[in-house]
């Protein structure tokens, strides 16, 4: 176990814990354990398993599967007595109502809900769906489009208990500015995610006008990506935020 430090303008970051990692129970090439250990071989002691919603229809978590992830990280809390292993879910934004694919009756089932919008969703508008996938791959922003996706994860935001805001922006145009008032006020993390280069160094910038707090993220689908941080560290730097507002990171 050795922690992993970024050194760069005489300082030293390190990760203190990773939220948002995913595994086989949805489209993942690890195991919970297999997560597990990668965290704690990094010196990352708390680590989050947030597999898909099952809304997707691609690789969303299979319901049934829930107890099973659940009783899978008590045995292995057992094991790793010096580590925090939390059950999360990365929800689907599913329509422009702010509901869910995770329905209130499991909300307990998880520790805490992480939230972002994915393409192929059963919920989603399948007109709109489309029309974010083709804009996001030409390039294509409509005052009309942001203000609906704005909306609709707005909406999410007021009416659900999310911890995390996954890659805002990544799937379709949205008001960052707006959003992050949103976040600022409900207290959900802005993600800062090193596997979708959803947010610019602007963009962090710009969110960061409201009094949101922020989170770096691996979104690891296999463990070899536990704890990859440093492209945040290097994004907030850029952007000129304070380092403080980043609620995972260790500086020294």
Do not use: W
């Not at 990094?42 to 009783?71: E, L």
């Not at 702010?98 to 007109?127: C, Q, R, T």
Request: charged fraction near 20%; proline fraction near 3%; aromatic fraction near 4%.
């Amino acid at each position: 176990m050795a922690k992993i430090e970024y050194k760069i303008n005489n300082k030293k970051y390190s990760m203190t814990a990773d939220l948002h990692t995913h595994t086989t129970f949805s489209h993942g090439t690890g195991s919970i354990e297999d997560n597990v250990k990668a965290a704690r071989a990094k010196g990352i002691m708390k680590i989050g398993i947030t597999d898909h919603g099952s809304g997707h229809i691609a690789y969303g978590v299979r319901r049934r599967n829930i107890p099973k992830m659940r009783a899978e990280i008590e045995r292995l809390g057992a094991i790793y007595t010096d580590m925090e292993i939390l059950l999360g879910i990365e929800a689907n934004i599913v329509n422009s109502s702010g509901i869910l694919d995770v329905k209130p009756a499991e909300l307990n089932s998880f520790d805490y809900i992480a939230a972002g919008y994915h393409y192929a969703a059963l919920g989603h508008n399948p007109i709109g769906g489309a029309i974010n996938a083709i804009q996001n791959l030409a390039g294509i922003d409509t005052s009309r489009l942001i203000r609906r996706n704005t909306r609709n994860v707005v909406r999410a935001l007021e009416r659900n208990p999310i911890k995390i805001l996954t890659h805002p922006g990544d799937k379709g145009p949205v008001d960052l500015l707006e959003i992050a008032v949103v976040c600022a006020k409900t207290n959900t993390l802005v993600e800062i995610n090193t596997a979708h280069a959803s947010l610019s160094a602007d963009d962090i910038k710009t969110m960061a006008l409201a009094d949101v707090r922020f989170i770096i993220s691996s979104d690891a689908h296999t463990p070899g990506r536990i704890g990859d941080f440093v492209g945040g560290v290097n994004l907030a730097i850029d952007a000129g935020i304070d380092m403080s507002r980043i609620v995972n990171l260790r500086i020294a």
